[in-house]
């Protein structure tokens, strides 16, 4: 397992920096698991981040996967788990100093209600910049529940809290936003499961779309052909309001052109697919309104258009 997965995270991501944080990646994996998956990884990118659990700071084995550039390695710490003494202690074990790693603090467990979790998070960024003087430190968080909100044939708003949790503790802390980061699951909750056996159920037909405020989650309707009920619902996305626009991502440009019949709906990987590309654009074109740029217009789509295979020369 450790070959397979580290062959597909070198071979879909190989040119740029990347994090890889192994708990994502399989089950409790042993120290061996982690230096082959390292390995074979960064065969093929050699900027592969390493994201040292916080309470795994002491095993030496982590110093063998410093990278000589910045950020050398990242630090997962769980919101509820900050222990000042471990984090130092840990870092002098690694041979490591703050500024050259980035730390995710993660929230996963926080309800990320504005009112109550702003002033956590904001004040959890100010003693993380107490402790240390880190390279970044990152919020991580997601308020996406573990299972799918909407009923079938319903439309479901999922307030994107997370993001607006970080934008207000970005005003109240006292860290500079250029040391301050976001991460988030996608249109997703923050917990992994692993299946622990073969096959799953048959894939829920629906679409999840990131917004400036909320996930909108629109699931098909119950029974049907796969390929109708999902053309229905890109039908539904595309003509809300709040559809960024068919130029926003090629993801869009996609279900725009499967909602008007020149495209296939597509495979349920194919919708995780869109709804991740899509996602990630917004986020970055959050992130670039933050502070203060923004993206220039892409060209006009052109319209598919089947031709005639016996038309006039």
Partial sequence: MTYVTGERIGKHWPRYPAYMDTQYVMREPSDEDINRLFQVA??????LIAVIPASDLGNSLWRGLLLDTFPRAAIHLGAEDLDSGGLRDGLQALGLAAFECEIFVDFAGLELDPEIATEVVGGTFNELSEIANWGCIVFQGSNFPTTNPAEAGKTQLVSRHEW?????????CDIPTERLGFSDFGADCGQINFPTKKGGAIPIPHIRYTTKTDTVVIRGKAGGKQSEVMKAVRKDLVARSDFAGKMFSYADRRMWDAANGHA???SASMWREWNMAHHITRVVHDLAAMSGHSFEDEVKHEEPEQMDMFADK
């Avoid at 960064?42 to 900027?47: D, G, H, L, S, T």
């Avoid at 607006?164 to 109240?172: E, G, L, S």
């Fill in 264 to 266: 296939t709906p597509g």
């Fill in 164 to 172: 607006t949790v970080f934008n207000a503790a970005v005003r109240d």
């Fill in 42 to 47: 960064r065969a093929r990118n050699p900027n």
